[in-house]
């Protein structure tokens, strides 16, 4: 899997900060989307739109659907994996032609669901058992449930921080930096990876919002003139420690020339400590070590380096993409049934090594390290997302884009003018303006 596939809906939903509205078809009817109380009553063929175009080739989305058929035996599960997902189902959704079961686009208002897809309960209700439902629910209703879920941090090669001296995880921004300088002198690996040229793994220093302070309404506090590069702020913590790291030299030597591919056998062969990233890529990078003849368990995971006021480290979870029903679609009762069995029943959330939707599973193998270390972890809310968004287009900052995190790293290795404070105040300048002209 690459960026196209796991990432796709993981990183688009982690905080889908740069949302547009988009046309539809006819009004949508508004009623529940109700799975049947007895499975043999459910029928029809239903299409299911899915970013995972390499499960849909490699027949593993119909090996699924083989299981979904013997609770299910009426309903026929047909599959569309799309490259450019995001591209290609907006465009559908100008027509009421957008399958049966949908993981809905990042393009879309969180308040324009109601248009466009089916309610599947109650907010209050849904909230108990499932994770990440406040990330769809309007006006008292949840219209998607996620795939899965991730949990933020620096995926990191044990052996080789072992070598360096390092044996625990950093505690603060300044003991990773020193770690970082232990890996650079007494192993000659590079210490930390940006990804710059690819740019997206950029945006999962935003996923750590909510990391720092422990907090699960840090991206509602984000709603309004509150200058979130100020000292102390999350944004001002996070940010500060990339631009120190490249500063420092503890990057790569030339960030234009970096590959994502690649870089997974690096790190898998020690020839890179660490990048940052959600706990979707330790699966990836296990599987590097693999081929390359490497020891997959020499792939670990961290926190960011930050506790809260008892000493735990805190890890926020993010949501994949969310699985929603067509508001048009003719077979409702089976598209809700094909996503309750998915979610619920399926095993999809553990093969991939992901936080599984239901409160009640227990967390995958690849986050064990933080279960065994007592980290918290953190689901954060979604409530005022709308109103961020709402701010950060207008300030044109762009907190789940490359762009603004690119330029700080130019700043920090000499390629553009200016310092890191200057960066921040006109960041928060930006920031406040846009929320000021906005109400917020």
């Known amino acids: 899997m690459g960026k196209k596939t796991t990432l796709a809906g993981t990183f688009l939903t982690v905080a889908a900060l740069t949302v547009t509205g988009c046309g539809g078809g006819g009004a949508a009817s508004g009623e529940t989307a109700e799975a049947p109380g007895d499975p043999a009553a459910a029928s029809g063929t239903i299409t299911v739109l899915t970013q995972r175009t390499d499960l849909v080739q490699s027949g593993a989305m119909d090996a699924y659907a083989a299981e979904f058929n013997k609770i299910y035996p009426k309903v026929k599960v047909e599959f569309e994996g799309l490259t450019d997902y995001e591209g290609e189902v907006k465009i559908r959704m100008n027509t009421e032609d957008y399958g049966d079961v949908l993981m809905i686009p990042a393009s879309v208002s969180k308040n324009d669901y109601p248009k466009f897809f089916s309610p599947l309960g109650a907010a209050d209700a849904m909230a108990k058992k499932y994770r990440f439902s406040d990330k769809t629910a309007v006006d008292g209703k949840v219209y998607g449930l996620a795939q899965f879920g991730t949990a933020n941090g620096f995926v990191y090669n044990k052996a080789l921080w072992r070598k360096a001296g390092v044996t625990e995880w950093p505690a603060t921004p300044q003991e990773f930096l020193a770690g970082l300088e232990k890996v650079k002198a007494k192993t000659g690996a590079v210490p930390y990876y940006t990804n710059f040229k690819d740019g997206w793994p950029l945006v999962q220093w935003t996923a750590n919002i909510g990391s720092v302070t422990c907090d699960n309404y840090a991206t509602n506090k984000l709603a309004g003139a509150v200058s979130p590069w100020k000292e102390g702020g999350e944004l001002r913590t996070v940010d500060t420690l990339l631009h120190d790291i490249v500063k420092g030299g503890l990057s790569e030597k030339d960030p234009s020339t970096t590959n994502w591919e690649a870089s997974k056998a690096k790190i898998a062969k020690g020839e890179i400590g660490s990048m940052m ?47 929603a029903v067509n508001a048009h679609s003719a077979h409702k009762e089976a598209a809700r049934a094909w996503i309750d069995w998915f979610t619920e029943k399926s095993g999809y959330s553990a093969k991939e090594g992901a936080v599984p939707t239901i409160k009640s599973a227990p967390m995958p193998d690849t986050l064990q390290d933080f279960v065994d270390n007592d980290v918290t972890f953190v689901e954060r809310s979604e409530r005022d997302t709308g109103a961020v968004n709402d701010i950060d287009n207008a300030a044109e900052i762009g907190l789940n884009k490359q762009d603004y995190r690119q330029k700080l790293i130019d700043i920090a290795r000499g390629a553009e003018k200016g310092s890191v404070e200057e960066y921040f105040a006109q960041l928060d300048k930006r920031w406040n303006e846009a929320a000021e002209a906005s109400g917020s």
């Open 277 to 323: 990233l959600g706990s979707w890529s330790i699966t990836q990078m296990r599987d590097a070590a693999e081929k390359a003849g490497a020891d997959p368990a020499d792939i670990g995971f961290m926190p960011f380096p930050a506790k809260d006021g008892s000493g735990k480290y805190c890890a926020t979870l993010v949501s994949d993409y969310q699985q």
